[in-house]
Each structure stands twice: as C-alpha cells, then as structure tokens.
C-alpha cells in the first residue's frame, strides 16, 4: 500500500452524530451519539501515521495514538483496545471530556498549516474503542506481581483514578477514599449525564476495582483520620492526595445571599450526584427557575446553563464579563449550548442581586464592559463603561466562576500549603512530607479532567520512584545511580523500600 | 469502615427520638461540635446532624434527631436497631474550641439541647464551673436531664408554658446565670437560629463571649457547594468547613433564617406527598 499523503486521505473529519438540539434540550442523554463502525473506519483513515508523532506528546498521559488508530484502521478493534489501556484505563472517560483541541489534535500534522484540513479526530476515535469494549466486555487487568507497598489516595476524582491504577498495576494494594457516597469526584457530581454519562463513571471505575483497587466511600480524610495517621498509624507506604479546588468562588456582591443564588457545584451536584431533578422520586430538591442567569463562561458555566435548559427554564443567559474570544470554555461546548438556545451576554458583569419581599432574587444589576489592555494573563482586561447600569431578570443565578483551595487537608495536617492555600508540591508531585504527593486541582487550582489524570499519573511514577519500584517507563535510581552519593551501603538508593522509624 | 448499623434507638417525645449508629473509627475521632451527614436510603437527600455523643469504647455514634420533615419522618418510622443506614460521614467541621474558660455557660435550646452536650462535657473534663440552661417547650419534651446534671455544676432547665423549671425562654435562665454570677467567661449557645440570635442579644451587652453552632443547608458538607455560606462579621463563610461553631455577636442570624427558608415550599410538597402515600400503603414502613 502506498504511503497516505494529505492528498490521498479523507479530506472531511467525519462528522460527530448528534442528537438534535430541540430534541436534547428536553433530556439528559447524551448530545453527542458517538462514531458508528463506518465513522470511525473513515476517520482512522485520516492519520497519516507520521514519523514524528506529535500527538503522542500533546496527549497529557502520552497513549500512542498512532497505534491505536493503526489498529483500529485495520479492524483490530480489540488490539486498539489494548494499545489505548497501556497508558490510559478509562478512554470513554477522557475520549468525551478532554479538551483534544489543545493537545492531541491542536498539534496533529495533518491540521497543521499549511494543511486546510481539520485535524484527525482522535478524542472521538479513542470514545468509540472504550464504548466498543464496554459493550462488549473487554477488561484489561494485566497480571501483577504484588509488592508489600500499601498506597493511599485520598480522593476518587480523576487525579485519584489515575495515581490508583498505576500503583495497582505497579503491585501495590491501592486504598481510594471518598468523602461522597459513590466514587467518581466531579466526573459523578459535576460533568453531567449528556456530556459523560454516570453510568459510564461507574463502568470505567469497575475496571479499576478489577485491579484490585479497594474504593473507601463516606471517608472524610483529614477528619476522620488524617493524613499523618494514614502514614505512621494505618501503614500506608506512600499517600497521594487528590481531593480537588472545591471551595466555590462568590464575587462579594450585594445580594449573594438571596434564595435562588447558589454555586454551579451546588446546581450540578443537586442535578446530577443527587438526581434532584428526579425530585420528589429522589429526596433532594432542586427548585428550577424559570429564568436563569449563569456567571461565568467556563465549561463549568456551560454545564450549568445546559442543565438548566433540561430542567425546563424558559430563558436561560450566561453573563460574562469579557467577549466569546476570551470564554474559558472549549468551543464545542460553547457551540452547544449556542445551539441549544443559551443567550450569551458579553461584556457583562453583575455588580448586585436584587431580592424580592420573600428574600429570593429577582434580577441581576449589571454594567457594560468593554475590553482595555491585557492583564497579568494576557487577555484583555475589561473595565466597567461609566453609567452603564441596567437590569436583567432572574430568579436563579448560578455562579461559575472558580473556585479556590478547599481548606480541609490544610486544616488538618501539617503539609506546606502555597501561597493561596493550595497544597505546595515540586515538580515530582512530592509535597513536604515524606512519602505524601499531591496533584490535580488540590496543588494547581481548577483545571481539567484529563490534566488532573496527568499529574496523577506523574505523581504515580514519583511514588513508584520513591518506594523503590521499578517502572518500565523509568529505571530506579534513574540516570547517575552508581554515583557513590546516590548509593546507600553499597545499594542503589532508589533500588529497595524504606523501613519508616519512629523515634 | 462501617456499615452504619443501628445499635440503639430511644425516643423522648412523638418527634425527638435518639440513635446510636455503629463507627469505631468515627468515635474515635469525633470531637465536641462536629457534625456527621446522614442519608437514610440510597435515594435519600444529604441532611447534617450534630454529634450528640460519642462512646469511643463501643465505637458508636450518637444522634438525637427531630422529626420536622419528609427525611426526619422517613428515619423516624424506618430506623430501628438492626437496621443500617445508607451513608454517615463525618466527623465534619472544625472542633469546638474547648479553651481555659473557668466558668462557661452551655445552652441547649429544643434541638440543640442533645449537641451542646459534648461541649458541656468536655469543659467540665477541662475543669470548669459548668452552669447549663435547657429550655424546652414543656415538660413532656423533656429529655437528658441526668446527662447534664452529671456534667454541670449548676443546671436551670426552662420551659415555655411553665410546666417544668423556670416558665420561659433559654434568655431567662441566661439572665438568671449573669446576674448569679460575675465572672463568667463563655456562653456557648446551640439550638434554633431565632433562639441562638436571642441568647447573642442577651450577652451582647455584657461583651460575653458567646459561640454559637449554625447548621444551615448543606449538600456535601466539604466546602465543595457553598450552599451552607453564612454572613459573619464582614465576611461570608462556609459553615461546613470555616465552622460550624462561630463567634454568636459576628453572625447575621437573619440572614441565616432566611435561607434556611429557600427549600421549604418543596419540602412541604415532598412532605404532604410522603404522607399521602403511607396512608395509602396502608400505614408506615413501606419500602422504596
């Protein structure tokens, strides 16, 4: 066969099916379908299978993507599989939530200039084999040779999943403890159902129980025991902390404490962990408006105008302060919710809530903005146009606007904790106790799902490195180990485990 | 951990009743002031309750509940001995801070009466002069009585119609306490917010410290929802996570009132159809 050029592939990405927008509006199943066997034949077709590979290295946990779509690409639908779960245990996950346009596909040569074609549509390829083996039963669980190492992980979210496999696959008898009451982190209360179905969490998190993991809910560590004790009292050999931003971001505005004004985490959690908008089938409430403002244009914000669209509002608006270009979230996920009847109001900013006599808001002051010179993240700044007051109607506003350092482990532990009260780790993910790593949003503030799976997976390769375990991606004791300072007694440091002593 | 089993149940009145739920390692590590969430069945809602009591020797959980809505009922007439619930996790929330005060006075209004416990107890093991003021709203409501009187030094118990102790409100025996006593250092007040606004009021004038315990509504009960953010002093704070005991005379307590009010059109429905439908299964006891 001849080599494919950018000529000779496919010249169109094939097109994602799509549950119509006034159809989806009115449920909660996905919007996207996913490839059918054709779409994703077409599609695989259109790697060119380069010799540089860029893809592989803009994916944050490295899957070699030609691989898999080489496989795939010649029907071994079981062997891209394999090629996918080397690297990355949940690929229905990360195929539906990563943001592949800025990493795997934003430097895929056949979408690079002066190309005029759009780039291989990995993220949708990689969510077709993980649903094909979840319909039909595959599981990859390698065989493992089990260590004596005991590893905690405090939190169940991405971060935690990742770190979780990795060490289960390394050997080691791998704890996972959750404050909530199922595993899963944002992906469960978070991310919801028409983005990246529960049901799915659940099937990718049985894969990980099929490792071996032991899943701990209703724990809150910290509280219920901390994270000194799990080191010298409960026997873990090394702890990983992942327990994510959560602390909602208010603006100090007037009016914050008016019924019908919440967090878009309560919003999202009250509608998809705690199916309040299955009330009074399921016990929690959820009151939907009929009017609803959203702050913010994150992919948070987009989630919780699109739930608010399915839970019947009549109007539904998304108020932020700086212009589409500037919107934090994903343009696809902007395009939804566009698509499915959200009201964009740019350059906005809310500057009061304004309450009615029974104490529930009723509109949102706002002014005009418009954009002046860059700031410290080198978007431009918005500044307030002088006089330019007005009102919209809500009776639910939703803030989406970040989130800063949850305090619980902070509070409890004597970890160094950064400047705005993030837990303080160096480049290995290693925080100031011996044996503890941190990653994910916990140590860099909000970030993504897949960038979250990341440092999780670099922290697992820390760990490994610190318990003395060898790691196919990396020899213990790393480069310069003969060197007589990294030696202890004549060993390798980095070659046997560590006998904890207490003094 | 635990499978949260039902180990004792005792019911003081037709809507305050107490369950004692199995947790070793929770009992080991509850301190005064915490709370734990509950839900009750798997499709149950996430509702705080403060620890009442904790025995670290039987490894169990004490909580004193009273039933004022759909969820409240629900445990009311489903949780017996033997019986689990789906979920308890805790203990949440920055332990009370149990300081050298000499002389404390501890308030348990209704509800509160059985969470203020811990606190009353802990200072007296600090070695303080511990006054205790219980107000109920009459003498059939009464319960725990010998609790305190083993734990305080002096006990006034209140109730609204005069039927038992002194015929008034919490305030009263606060007063009574103040002016009995010159040197008191803390007033530690737990129960309805209207009754916690009403002991502030009192001891403001006195510039009596008094610390409050607020338990507004909550969803995850970690910081991650912010649905329990309380005003305090100029501040917003989180009750789950900053608190939930807080300086009484910094809490704006009406503003607290007012959300705690948000859900309660919708408790009501979910309530009145709870109802109706036991009615019609032909009593309590029906399963999901």
Redesign the interface.
Request: with cysteine.
């Given at each position: 066969m001849a080599k494919k050029t950018i000529r000779t592939i496919p010249q169109a990405r094939t097109p994602m099916p799509e549950q119509p927008p006034e159809l989806r509006v009115r449920n909660f199943d996905e919007v996207a379908t996913g490839y059918r066997q054709e779409d994703a034949l077409v599609e695989a077709e259109r790697c060119l299978d380069c010799a540089d590979e860029p893809c592989v290295r803009g994916c944050p946990v490295g899957i070699d993507i030609p691989g898999f779509i080489r496989a795939l690409g010649g029907r071994n639908f079981r062997g891209a599989y394999d090629v996918i779960t080397d690297t990355n245990l949940l690929p229905s996950v990360c195929g539906r939530v990563c943001p592949q346009e800025n990493q795997c596909e934003g430097v895929c040569t056949v979408g690079q200039p002066p190309s005029q074609l759009e780039p291989v549509a990995i993220g949708r390829l990689e969510r077709f084999v993980g649903d094909l083996a979840i319909r039909e039963g595959w599981a990859n669980v390698p065989y493992i040779e089990h260590n004596r190492f005991k590893v905690g992980i405090v939190g169940s979210g991405p971060a935690g999943m990742a770190c979780a496999a990795d060490m289960a696959k390394a050997g080691c008898e791998v704890v996972v403890y959750e404050?909530?009451?199922e595993p899963g982190g944002v992906l469960k209360?978070g991310i919801p159902d028409f983005r990246l179905p529960n049901a799915i969490v659940d099937l990718e998190i049985d894969k990980l129980r099929a490792l071996g993991i032991r899943f701990?809910?209703?724990?809150?560590v910290g509280?219920?025991?901390t994270i000194e004790q799990m080191i010298t009292e409960m026997g873990f050999h090394a702890v990983f902390i992942g327990t994510?931003a959560?602390?909602?971001s208010?603006m100090?505005i007037p009016g914050?404490?008016l019924?019908?004004v919440?967090?878009a985490?309560?919003w999202l959690?009250?509608c998809n962990l705690?199916?309040g908008r299955e009330?009074?089938?399921?016990?929690?409430?959820?009151?939907p408006g009929r009017r609803v403002a959203v702050i913010g244009a994150g992919n948070t914000a987009m989630d919780a105008l699109r739930v608010s669209l399915r839970l019947g509002a009549e109007q539904v608006m998304c108020l932020y302060r700086r212009t589409a270009q500037e919107a934090p979230a994903r343009a696809e996920e902007l395009h939804h919710a566009e698509q499915e009847g959200v009201q964009f109001h740019w350059l906005t900013s809310p500057t009061e809530l304004i309450g009615d006599a029974q104490?529930?808001v009723r509109a949102v002051r706002c002014e005009r903005m418009e954009l002046g010179a860059p700031d410290a993240s080198g978007r431009r700044r918005p500044v307030a146009v002088p006089g330019s007051g007005f009102e919209i109607e809500a009776d639910t506003v939703i803030y989406a606007i970040g989130t800063n350092a949850?305090?619980?482990i902070g509070?409890t532990s004597g970890l160094q904790l950064d400047k705005r009260g993030y837990i303080a780790a160096d480049a290995e993910l290693a925080t100031s106790i011996a044996g503890v790593f941190a990653g994910g949003d916990i140590v860099t503030g909000a970030a993504t799902v897949i960038e979250a799976m990341g440092a999780g997976r670099r922290a697992a390769r820390a760990m490994k490195a610190w318990l003395g375990l060898r790691d196919a991606a990396s020899i213990a004791g790393g480069d310069g180990a003969d060197e007589p300072a990294r030696r202890l007694f004549g060993l390798p440091r980095g070659e046997h485990g560590y006998a904890r002593l207490h003094l | 951990m635990s499978d949260f089993e039902i180990v004792k149940r005792a019911d003081y009145s037709d809507v305050t009743y107490l369950l004692e739920v199995r947790h070793p390692a929770m009992a080991r590590a509850a301190q005064p002031g915490q709370f734990v969430i509950v839900m009750e069945h798997e499709r149950g809602e996430r509702i705080p309750l403060t620890i009442a009591d904790y025995d670290r020797e039987r490894g169990t959980i004490t909580l004193v509940i009273q039933a004022v809505g759909k969820t409240t009922k629900e445990m009311q007439q489903r949780c017996q001995v033997g019986t689990r619930l789906h979920a308890m996790v805790g203990p949440m929330g920055i332990p009370s801070r149990i300081g050298h005060a000499k002389k404390v006075v501890c308030v348990g209004g209704g509800l509160g009466v059985a969470p203020v416990y811990p606190q009353a107890r802990a200072y007296k093991e600090a070695g303080a002069y511990v006054i205790g003021v219980l107000g109920f709203r009459t003498r059939a409501l009464m319960f725990w009585e010998d609790r305190f009187r083993a734990c305080c030094d002096e006990l006034v118990v209140c109730t609204d119609d005069g039927s038992a102790g002194l015929h008034g409100l919490v305030t009263e025996g606060i007063k009574q306490a103040i002016s009995a006593h010159a040197d008191i250092d803390e007033v530690v007040a737990i129960g309805p917010p209207v009754m916690m606004k009403g002991c502030c009021d009192v001891t403001r004038p006195f510039g009596l410290r008094t610390m409050v315990s607020l338990n507004p509504v909550m969803v995850d009960g970690t910081g991650m929802c912010g649905g329990c953010r309380v005003k305090v002093g100029e501040g917003v704070k989180f009750a789950c996570v900053d608190g939930p005991d807080f300086d009484g005379h910094q809490v704006d307590f009406d503003d607290l009132m007012l959300r705690l009010k948000r859900y309660r059109p919708t408790e009501q429905a979910a309530l009145a159809e709870w109802q109706e439908s036991c009615r019609l299964r032909g009593g309590p006891g029906h399963g999901h």
């Open positions: 404050a909530f009451h209360y701990e809910c209703n724990t809150l509280r219920l025991f994510g959560g602390y909602p208010f100090g914050e404490s019924g019908g919440l967090s985490n309560e959690t009250r705690m199916h009330f009074p089938n399921y016990d929690t409430p959820l009151q104490h529930n949850n305090p619980i509070q | -």
